[in-house]
Every structure is written in structure tokens, then in C-alpha cells.
């Protein structure tokens, strides 16, 4: 039989799992066969020769413990059909309790009092009593552990199913032996050789019995390194490649010179000197149009940074060398908004904009897709109106991509088919920065620039926490800024569009500063609405006819009003940090001092409130991007549904980044000198397995 066979026969095959054990494993940790059950990663490794004495017990930190058990008690719940169980262990010096809040028959049936234990758990403090919830218990004879064990034991996630049916941390452990013995954990490798060897790396084969059947705790540590740097690696080979291709399959315009547009409008058009970040981003992007190869670039911008001024630049140099251009946006909104300021700083120098919205009436829209078909007009703006089936482009040379995670892979791919034969080059913006090696997997197939640099005399939006005790001093704010002339928006929470009572809070919203600020008209927007109502809604502020919005996170999006000068946000605490600064970000736009006050539930947390404080504290986006990420983690951080990574197993984005970096290094080096992989089939088979479980939907098209 071939090796790979060996692999998936099904686990009930195996000596020790029958059918119940085989259907439990299958229906609590979804391993059904002999491979699966060598990806069961252990959670951590009890070193038994470390026993900590019950005195020296440092809090939250699991250790291991040794003595006897006291009398066991079952104390039921008031008004509930489970009970909890109690014992106590006791080392001679000092005690502790042992409880368990449920699923503990097992408990029961294994262990009674007097028996001499290992109790391996994380202790805590409750009612001045120094507990251990839920700990493993391994039953010692004669003051020896079971003959079969090892001094280093690896401890397995376990769940009270698995208990029940046996499957506790000895019969993985007798399971793994079986395992072993049958196949040597003999597997092929898809990390190459010398990538191992390079990198300190331990074979699979060693690194699988190093971590199921350790004879030490470093021993198990190198085969987690292995495994964490596996993960990394087959993720960064799969984007780097997919980079790779892009830059060698298609083909694009070079645009050797900068052109006459450029240098016409720097010399003589600039309206405001560019900051140096700007200078260094219009730069790389300079390089990289100079290129056949399509470029793909990112660029990542704090809220006002001057990410549109950086996309005028590269419109000029693909209009100066006779090339089109397509800026397209997620709302109408925003098209319209860069519209005018394209119009505004193009105008001098004789171009036309066109603006291509959903709404646009029909004949116009045929006037200008008649006007792109035969490159009459050089640069469009508008929103998915720019991919429709009956828009045809000239020679389309440059796509600018504004808040481009709001579109997806195909929406991008099919504004990039529009430049057939050639693939334009890609100019991607967003607002939403993320730490640099969290984008290194989100963002691993694209180049990335970051603006960071504010343009000088900006005034940062003084920031407030505030609970409803205060509620009056908030609305004098507000009432004195819509005196002075200024708007704001109040911003309610939606975490999901569906959320009923989400969507009463605003409408009671709505109505409070109704009947609070009666001399002044408000609007409304959620994302409930029409996008045509939402729209209306927007433009009747923008334009000043309200004078409070009060909204959904849906005007989250780049909306550019100077002279909103008031933010409140309600029940700030239910939103992610990097958000919160986003919204932040739609005051200070004018040359008006602007506030933003995070109004938080009076009760909140310490820890809570504290997260709110780095607001106040911190104006840059990175940096409060990087404490949200560092709280939150990547899941919640970038969203599950959009965030484009897998959930890895053992690797950890935020803490092993050195581990990342090297996997990425070794993935760059590998595609530089086999791209197509065809000396590593182990490799190449392990990568579609990859990309089929996780249905990963990487970047670029
Ligand atoms: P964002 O990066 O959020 O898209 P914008 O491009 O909308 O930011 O720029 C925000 C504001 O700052 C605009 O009014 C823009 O004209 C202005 N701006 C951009 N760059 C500079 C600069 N170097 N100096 C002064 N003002 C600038
Ligand atoms: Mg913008």
C-alpha cells in the first residue's frame, strides 16, 4: 500500500477505538482517521518532576500538584438540575479545593478520598479559598505514577464526551504509542530539507514523536516550533506564489517616463506642499508603473493622511502616457467626493472626469461608456457601475481601488478584465490600517506602502470618555457647537444589520435628540435603509440642511464632512478600537477644533475602560490598531467573515511574529527558485489540502 494510504484509514482500525470511541472523536474533534489524529495537537506538556508545593500556588498559572484527596461533596444548584462536586487536596503543609461545576461522573468513578493524586489546573482565588476548576487528575500508586508513564506526559484538549467514552489524556497517550508502532510516524515532509536544515527545523517524523510521545519538555517545545513555523510556512508559500504569478503571467503597460502631466501639475498645480511619507509612496508607485509587470500595491493610510492627492499622481502618470484611468468606491457618496476634488485639481491641466454611479441617469451613462469605449475620456470614478457587463474601456492602464476590502476578490478581477489583453496596473487604498505582520497574511500577495504622516497643521480631535452621569455636559457640547454652526453625528452600535433591537436604539435615538435639540432637524441613517434613502440621508447632511445625523456605523466609510465638529458615539464599549478611531476620524476634517466623546456604560469594567482610555491617549491609527489587535486578537480583529486567514492551530500571529517572519523568508527564497514547485510534490499537495480547508480566498484574483 502506499504511505499516503496508510494515512487515511479510518481511526477504527486502530487498536483501542471501537466504534463509540471512533464516533465520539469523529463528533467532538472531527478526526476520523489515522492523519487527523496526528494533527490532535497537545495543549501543553505536566513535567511531573515539577510539582509545586499547594503553599507556593501562584495564581492563574496551571501547575502541577501533588497530595491527597479529601471527602467528596455534591452540592446542587438552586433552581437548576446540575450540582457541582467538591473535594479538597492536601499536601501535608497546605490545602486546596478541588471543584467541578459539571460533567464530573467521571471524577466519581475514578477517584475516592484518601487515594495519593496528581491535580494539574490553573489555580484561582474564590470566597478566600484557593481553588483548582476542573483539573486533571492522575491517580498515583505507592507515591509512583502508572508504570507505562512518561516524566513528561502531554495533555490533550479534552472534552467531557471524550472522558466518558475513555478518551482521556492516558488513551491518546496509549493511542500515539499504537500509532507509532505501527507506522513509525513515517510521513513525508512537506517542509524541503534544506529549508529544515536551514531553519533548525525537526523532520515531521520527528517532530510528530517529539510531540506525542516526548522524553522532555524541550524535546516537545522544537517539535511546537516546527509545527508553528509548518503553518506559517504553507500559508506564506501559497500567497507569495500567487504573487509571484501575478507579476509573471500578465502583463501591463510600462510607463517608462513619468509623463507631461505630472511635472505640469507639480510645477504648477500643487495645493499644498506633500508630506514626506506622500513623496515616498508617489515614489514606490512611480517604480513600480515603470514596469510591465502590473503592479499591485497597497496602500495603507490613517483617516486624512492624503491617500487621495498620492492617487491623483498615479493618474497622472497613466493619463500623461495615454492610458485611462477607473477610481472606483464602495457608496455613491464617496465617488461623488472624489469626483470633485479629481475635477478640482484636474481641471487646470484640461481633463474631463466622469462620474458612473448606479444612479446615473440611463443616457448620460451611455454618453459616457460611449466616451470610454473610445478613450475620449480619460478618467472615470464611480462605483460597481465600473465593471457592468456593457462598459468598455479604450485602454485602461490604472485602476484605483478606494476601501477596497468592501469589495470582493471577483468585483476587483472584473474591473482588472476591463483592461484586456493587458491587466491595468492596481492602485489599492484603505483607511483601516493593520500591524505590519498581521498584513503580512492578509495582505502577504500585494506590496504594501503606508502613509505615516499626518499633513502638518492638522488639529487632533480632542477625545473623551464619558458615562451617562454626564450625559448633560455632552449634549451642552454639542448644543454649543450647533450654535456656533457646526454639525455632528451620534453613533449607535449595530453589530449585525439584522439586530432588531439594535435598530430601535437608534430610532429611540433618533427621537431623544428630537425632543432635545428641537430647534435644529436631524437625520437618520442605518443600514436597514435603501442605499438610495441612505444617500439622500448623507448628501442633506453634507450639504448642511441637517444638522445631526444620527447613525449606524454605516457612515464609518470616508465621508467628508469639515464642518462636523461633533462625534458621540453610544455604548463605545461594544465597538473594536481601530473602529472607534475610524469614526473619530469623519470629525477634524475642517479647520474647526472637533471632539469625540465615547460615551461608556457607567458600570464598565476597569480593564474596559482602560481599553477606551488608549483613545484618548493615542491619535495613530497603527498604534491603536496594534493595542486592538494585541486585546481582541486576529479573529475578532479583522472580522472572521473578511479577514481572509485560517485559524491556525498552533501558531499565534501575535506572538510568534519572529517565527512568521522567518517562515516568510523561507517561502520567498523557495518561490525565487522553483515557483511552480514541481521538485516538492509533498509540498504542492499539502498546499491544495490547505487551500481547500480553509477555502481561502486569497487577495488578488
Ligand atoms: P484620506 O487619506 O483619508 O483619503 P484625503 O485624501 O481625503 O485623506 O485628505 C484629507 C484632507 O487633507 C483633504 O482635504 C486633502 O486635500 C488634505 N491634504 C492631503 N494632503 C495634504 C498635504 N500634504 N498638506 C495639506 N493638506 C493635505
Ligand atoms: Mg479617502
Known amino acids: 500500500m502506499a504511505q499516503a494510504d496508510v494515512w487515511q484509514t479510518p481511526l477504527i482500525y486502530l487498536k483501542g477505538v471501537g466504534p463509540r470511541r471512533a464516533e465520539v472523536l469523529q463528533s467532538e474533534l472531527k478526526i476520523s482517521t489515522f492523519e487527523e489524529l496526528l494533527e490532535h495537537f497537545p495543549r501543553r506538556y505536566l513535567d511531573y518532576a515539577h510539582i509545586t508545593p499547594i503553599s507556593q500556588a501562584r495564581l492563574d498559572q496551571e501547575a502541577v500538584f501533588r497530595g491527597r484527596l479529601g471527602p467528596f461533596q455534591v452540592r446542587p444548584i438552586a433552581g437548576e438540575r446540575r450540582a457541582i462536586l467538591t473535594t479538597t487536596l492536601y499536601d501535608g503543609q497546605a490545602w486546596m479545593q478541588l471543584i467541578?461545576?459539571?460533567?464530573?461522573?467521571?471524577?466519581?468513578?475514578?477517584?475516592?478520598?484518601?487515594?495519593?493524586?496528581?491535580?494539574?489546573?490553573?489555580?484561582?482565588?474564590?470566597?478566600?479559598?484557593?481553588?483548582?476548576?476542573?483539573?486533571?487528575?492522575?491517580?498515583?500508586?505507592?507515591?509512583?505514577?502508572?508504570?507505562?508513564?512518561?516524566?513528561?506526559?502531554?495533555?490533550?484538549?479534552?472534552?467531557?464526551?471524550?472522558?466518558?467514552?475513555?478518551?482521556?489524556?492516558?488513551?491518546?497517550?496509549?493511542?500515539?504509542?499504537?500509532?507509532?508502532?505501527?507506522?513509525?510516524?513515517?510521513?513525508?515532509?512537506?517542509?524541503?530539507?534544506?529549508?529544515?536544515?536551514?531553519?533548525?527545523?525537526?523532520?515531521?517524523?520527528?517532530?510528530?514523536?517529539?510531540?506525542?510521545?516526548?522524553?522532555?519538555?524541550?524535546?516537545?517545545?522544537?517539535?511546537?516550533?516546527?509545527?508553528?513555523?509548518?503553518?506559517f510556512f504553507l500559508l506564506q508559500v501559497l500567497l507569495i506564489r500567487r504573487k509571484h504569478f501575478l507579476k509573471t503571467q500578465y502583463t501591463a503597460p510600462s510607463f517608462t517616463q513619468a509623463g507631461p502631466l505630472v511635472s505640469e501639475f507639480y510645477e504648477k498645480h500643487l495645493p499644498f506642499p506633500l508630506t514626506e511619507a506622500q513623496k515616498r509612496v508617489i515614489r514606490e508607485i512611480r517604480r513600480d508603473m515603470a514596469l510591465s509587470v502590473p503592479m499591485n500595491r497597497l496602500i495603507q493610510g490613517d483617516v486624512g493622511s492624503g491617500k487621495t492627492i498620492v492617487?491623483?499622481?498615479?493618474?497622472?502618470?497613466?493619463?500623461?502616457?495615454?492610458?485611462?484611468?477607473?477610481?472606483?468606491?464602495?457608496?455613491?457618496?464617496?465617488?461623488?467626493?472624489?469626483?470633485?476634488?479629481?475635477?478640482?485639481?484636474?481641471?487646470?491641466?484640461?481633463?474631463?472626469?466622469?462620474?458612473?454611479?448606479?444612479?446615473?441617469?440611463?443616457?448620460?451613462?451611455?454618453?459616457?461608456?460611449?466616451?470610454?469605449?473610445?478613450?475620449?475620456?480619460?478618467?472615470?470614478?464611480?462605483?460597481?457601475?465600473?465593471?457592468?457587463?456593457?462598459?468598455?474601456?479604450?485602454?485602461?492602464?490604472?485602476?484605483?481601488?478606494?476601501?477596497?476590502?468592501k469589495f470582493g476578490v471577483k468585483q476587483r478581477a472584473a474591473l482588472w478584465e476591463k483592461a484586456h489583453p493587458y491587466r491595468p496596473h492596481n492602485l489599492l487604498l484603505t483607511a483601516t490600517p493593520i500591524p505590519r505582520t498581521l498584513a503580512l497574511s492578509v495582505y502577504g500577495d500585494v506590496d504594501v506602502s503606508i502613509i505615516d504622516e499626518l499633513p502638518p497643521g492638522r488639529q487632533p480631535v480632542k477625545t473623551y470618555i464619558r458615562t451617562e452621569a454626564q450625559r448633560r455636559e455632552v449634549w451642552n457640547l454639542l448644543q454649543a457647537e450647533l450654535q456656533k454652526g457646526r454639525q455632528g453625528y451620534v453613533i449607535?452600535?449595530?453589530?449585525?444589520?439584522?439586530?432588531?433591537?439594535?435598530?430601535?436604539?437608534?430610532?429611540?435615538?433618533?427621537?431623544?435628540?428630537?425632543?432635545?435639540?428641537?430647534?435644529?432637524?436631524?437625520?437618520?441613517?442605518?443600514?436597514?435603509?435603501?442605499?438610495?434613502?441612505?444617500?439622500?440621508?448623507?448628501?442633506?447632511?453634507?450639504?448642511?440642511?441637517?444638522?445631526?445625523?444620527?447613525?449606524?456605523?454605516?457612515?464609518?466609510?470616508?465621508?467628508?464632512?469639515?464642518?462636523?465638529?461633533?462625534?458621540?458615539?453610544?455604548h463605545a464599549e461594544r465597538f473594536g478600537l481601530s473602529q472607534l478611531h475610524q469614526l473619530r476620524g469623519r470629525v477634524g476634517r475642517g479647520a474647526y477644533p472637533s471632539y469625540a466623546i465615547f460615551m461608556a456604560q457607567t458600570d464598565l469594567s476597569e480593564a474596559a475602560l482602560n481599553r477606551l482610555q488608549a483613545l484618548a491617549q493615542y491619535n495613530d491609527g497603527f498604534r491603536i490598531a496594534e493595542i486592538d489587535l494585541k486585546l481582541r486578537g486576529p479573529g475578532d480583529f479583522l472580522g472572521t467573515k473578511q479577514s481572509g486567514l485560517p485559524d491556525f492551530k498552533i501558531a499565534d500571529i501575535i506572538e510568534d511574529q519572529a517565527i512568521l517572519r522567518q517562515a516568510r523568508q523561507a517561502a520567498e527564497e523557495l518561490i525565487a527558485h522553483d515557483p511552480t514547485l514541481v521538485l516538492y510534490p509533498t509540498l504542492q499537495s499539502y498546499l491544495s489540502r490547505y487551500v481547500e480547508k480553509y477555502s481561502l480566498e486569497l487577495f488578488t484574483a
Request: proline share 5%; glycine share 6%.
Open 100 to 231: 467541578w461545576y459539571q460533567g464530573w461522573e467521571w471524577v466519581r468513578q475514578k477517584f475516592s478520598a484518601g487515594q495519593e493524586v496528581l491535580a494539574i489546573g490553573r489555580p484561582t482565588y474564590k470566597k478566600r479559598t484557593l481553588q483548582l476548576s476542573h483539573p486533571d487528575l492522575i491517580l498515583l500508586t505507592d507515591g509512583r505514577l502508572p508504570q507505562d508513564f512518561l516524566r513528561v506526559y502531554p495533555l490533550y484538549p479534552l472534552t467531557e464526551k471524550l472522558r466518558q467514552a475513555g478518551l482521556d489524556n492516558k488513551r491518546f497517550r496509549m493511542l500515539f504509542e499504537e500509532l507509532y508502532r505501527l507506522t513509525h510516524f513515517q510521513k513525508e515532509d512537506p517542509i524541503p530539507e534544506s529549508i529544515r536544515a536551514q531553519y533548525g527545523l525537526l523532520s515531521l517524523s520527528e517532530a510528530l514523536r517529539a510531540l506525542h510521545l516526548p522524553t522532555s519538555v524541550e524535546e516537545a517545545e522544537k517539535a511546537r516550533y516546527r509545527f508553528k513555523f509548518q503553518e
Open 311 to 405: 492617487a491623483l499622481f498615479a493618474a497622472l502618470i497613466a493619463m500623461g502616457n495615454g492610458y485611462q484611468v477607473a477610481l472606483m468606491t464602495p457608496t455613491e457618496v464617496l465617488a461623488e467626493q472624489h469626483a470633485r476634488s479629481f475635477r478640482r485639481w484636474l481641471s487646470p491641466l484640461g481633463i474631463g472626469v466622469g462620474l458612473l454611479l448606479g444612479s446615473t441617469p440611463l443616457a448620460q451613462k451611455r454618453r459616457l461608456i460611449t466616451k470610454l469605449a473610445t478613450g475620449e475620456l480619460s478618467c472615470v470614478i464611480g462605483t460597481h457601475a465600473l465593471f457592468q457587463k456593457g462598459v468598455h474601456y479604450h485602454r485602461l492602464g490604472l485602476t484605483i481601488i478606494d476601501e477596497q476590502h
Open 492 to 570: 449607535y452600535p449595530l453589530v449585525e444589520e439584522s439586530e432588531k433591537t439594535d435598530l430601535k436604539a437608534v430610532e429611540e435615538g433618533f427621537e431623544l435628540l428630537r425632543k432635545t435639540f428641537p430647534a435644529y432637524s436631524i437625520g437618520m441613517v442605518h443600514g436597514r435603509m435603501s442605499s438610495e434613502r441612505k444617500e439622500r440621508e448623507m448628501n442633506l447632511f453634507k450639504l448642511g440642511q441637517t444638522q445631526i445625523l444620527v447613525a449606524t456605523t454605516v457612515v464609518e466609510v470616508g465621508v467628508d464632512v469639515p464642518n462636523a465638529t461633533v462625534l458621540i458615539v453610544e
